[in-house]
């Protein structure tokens, strides 16, 4: 996985900060997005791939919840 890849989400992965649905568990498994960014650093991140979705909507995953679309 690099910066720029096409990515969907493959495993049940609830956020709380959907834009249309805040502050309420929302399933992203299907979602697809880019990813604008990938944590190297060992510092705290333990969701370090960051992905788009749309202008207004980003988050954070583990590799594993991922998978590349060709």
Do not use: C
Not at 3 to 9: F, M, P, S, T
Not at 50 to 59: I, M, Y
């Amino acid at each position: 996985m690099k910066i720029g890849d096409r990515v969907a989400v493959s495993q049940s992965v609830f956020v709380y900060h959907h834009p249309q649905n805040r502050q309420k568990p929302f399933d992203l498994k299907g979602f697809e997005g880019e990813i604008v960014n990938i944590i190297e650093k060992p510092v705290s991140a333990n969701l370090p791939v960051f992905v788009q979705f749309d202008k207004k909507f980003k988050a954070h995953f583990q590799e594993t919840e991922l998978e590349v679309i060709a």
